[in-house]
């Protein structure tokens, strides 16, 4: 091998030909599908479908929760505490909301970083019980 003197304008010509040892990876090239596993590939999908079917579910758990008003509709001032209706009702209504931002939020840092993802909708899918959890509360104010 041969070295030219700095500033040399040949030396800026020269092409070095291309070995085996060298091999031409082009930077835009995807990665091999061979090279994620096969876990990874189920985990995205599995998590797409439970978080979408969470939010279908948070409709059906809000629309509930709305009931919870209806509670106080036999009370006068005097015999019932508002306050707790009102708590009932927004944790009814709200809360299975909640849950479902907090699960996107968490499932696509995990996604993100690599790591399965698929049971956090399932853990966060507890929330969609708070219209239980509303009634309850609300049902406390109603005497």
């Known amino acids: 091998m041969t070295t030219s003197p700095p500033g040399d304008p040949q030396a800026a010509l020269s092409v070095t030909p291309l070995t085996a040892a060298s091999p031409a990876v082009s930077p835009a090239a995807p990665p091999d599908a061979d090279l994620v596993p096969a876990r990874r590939r189920r985990d995205v ?18 629309f509930t ?52 993802a698929w049971w956090v909708p399932v853990v966060a899918s507890v929330t969609l019980l708070s219209p239980v959890l509303g009634s309850a509360i609300a049902s406390a104010g109603v005497s």
């Open 45 to 62: 999908p599995a998590t797409v479908v439970l978080l979408t079917l969470q939010a279908a579910l948070a409709v059906g758990a809000s």
């Open 65 to 116: 929760g709305l009931f919870i008003a209806m509670a106080a509709d036999a009370c006068s001032p005097s015999s019932c505490r508002f306050g707790f209706v009102t708590a009932g009702f927004y944790v009814g209504v709200l809360l299975p909301w909640v849950g479902v931002l907090v699960a996107v939020v968490l499932a696509v840092a995990r996604l993100r970083a690599g790591r399965p």
